[in-house]
């Protein structure tokens, strides 16, 4: 499935402070919550009185500038802000496209209201529906996409501090980032757990495959309880690890680049105000996305990015497909035969990998459907 990055505007606000589920956490969540507090601050005095550096760095407000950046030698901690728009182009519905959208196609679940199946209360009483939509759309049953291996190519070259991804879809692990090089913003399939405080056992992404594929409702070996995904329905807080990451890895940001977001879902979007005044900030996008109300952008929410006024200086948004403007800054910097190269390789090495997984299931079907038939039939009392 994708994107839990897309997730509503429901109950988004609540989320700012994390709750840490275990209690050795709770300095974690004080601590975040005085943090947040703080940047409201510093936000509303530095925008009011003018304070912090604004130097420009880019020599151009377009892709070419941003090349040029990149190539310069000065940008070496790039962050990536993706969402559901970085998948599309493998085959899975963003959240709020009009007709396409995830939230238009629900009505064979026969929900009070699409956001419903992503909600804990609901899904705790009612978790057919979820399951039945993560076995239409579950991770293992798509390729990443040039985008998913663009990112690939930045941390191969040493670029990549780090990719916080909205989606739940866990492709940016099959491109190859690894836990380190990933903040899952709202969460991932990779794990599961118990939905019991009391067991909370984990589950890994094969257990609740098998269960989500024999139309099982996954329930916990140890208590019985449901276990769920790791995935942040509305109702939980963000991972404690995306508040903690996010407050060393954004002073040190040289160039952020945001794909496929419509930067709508707090706390996620404000992250784009976090690096410092002077960081250039490139959007690849169907549309442009974060330009906040005066108003939100003074106290620090939905990020204030300007790519049109006379002020202008550092934002730049490019308008196309994810997979388009991800081979276009290639072309620019001049890796978009290694781009390609590395997209064709990963995808003929998944399409071999599913082959063999698919023949060895027919072999070993064939066998159990052979040893049946050859079994002797138990002899009758006479």
């Not at 990055?5 to 700012?16: I, S």
């Not at 899952?184 to 019991?196: I, K, L, N, R």
């Not at 407050?247 to 419509?262: A, E, N």
């Not at 996305?289 to 929410?301: E, T």
Request: with cysteine.
């Amino acid at each position: 499935m994708s994107d839990a990055p897309e997730l509503p505007k429901k109950e988004e606000e609540e989320e700012v402070t994390p709750e840490p589920e275990e209690q050795s956490d709770d300095s974690s969540e004080e601590e975040a919550a005085g943090d947040t507090e703080m940047d409201f601050l510093r936000n509303l005095f530095s925008s009011t009185l003018g304070l912090g550096s604004a130097d420009k760095v880019l020599d151009e407000l377009t892709l070419e500038g941003v090349a040029r950046y990149i190539q310069s030698g000065k940008c070496k901690n790039i962050i990536c802000m993706v969402g559901a728009g970085i998948s599309t182009s493998a085959g899975i519905p963003d959240f709020r496209s009009p007709g396409t959208g995830l939230y238009a196609n629900l009505q064979k679940y026969n929900l009070p209201y699409p956001e419903a199946i992503f909600q804990i209360d609901y899904f705790k009483k009612h978790p057919e529906p979820f399951f039945a939509l993560a076995k239409e759309l579950y991770p293992g049953q798509f390729k990443p996409t040039v985008c998913h291996y663009f990112m690939k190519l930045l941390k191969d070259k040493g670029l990549l501090r780090r990719c916080y991804s909205q989606n739940i879809d866990t492709l940016e692990r099959v491109a190859g980032l690894e836990g380190d090089d990933l903040i899952e913003a709202h969460g991932t399939f990779y794990t599961s757990h118990c939905v019991s405080f009391c067991c909370r056992k984990e589950y890994n992404l094969d257990w609740m495959k098998v269960k989500i594929f024999s139309d099982d409702i996954p329930r916990c070996d140890k208590c019985s309880s449901l276990v769920k995904p790791d995935i942040v329905f509305f109702g939980e807080n963000l991972p404690v690890r995306f508040f903690t990451s996010m407050k060393m890895d954004f002073p040190r940001c040289d160039l952020l680049i945001v794909m496929g977001t419509s930067l709508q879902v707090q706390p996620f979007a404000g992250l784009v105000s976090r690096v410092s005044k002077s960081c250039p900030r490139l959007l690849i996008n169907m549309e442009k996305a974060g330009q906040a109300d005066p108003l939100f952008g003074l106290m620090g929410f939905g990020g204030g990015m300007d790519f049109d006024s006379d002020k202008a200086y550092r934002d730049v948004a490019h308008i196309s497909t994810c997979d388009d403007g991800c081979l276009a800054l290639a072309d620019l910097l001049g890796w978009k035969a290694e781009l390609e190269e590395l997209v064709k390789q990963e995808h003929a090495r998944i399409d071999s990998q599913d082959k063999k997984e698919k023949a060895s299931e027919s072999k070993g079907a064939a066998a159990k459907a052979s040893s049946a038939s050859a079994a002797p039939e138990p002899k009758k009392e006479e």
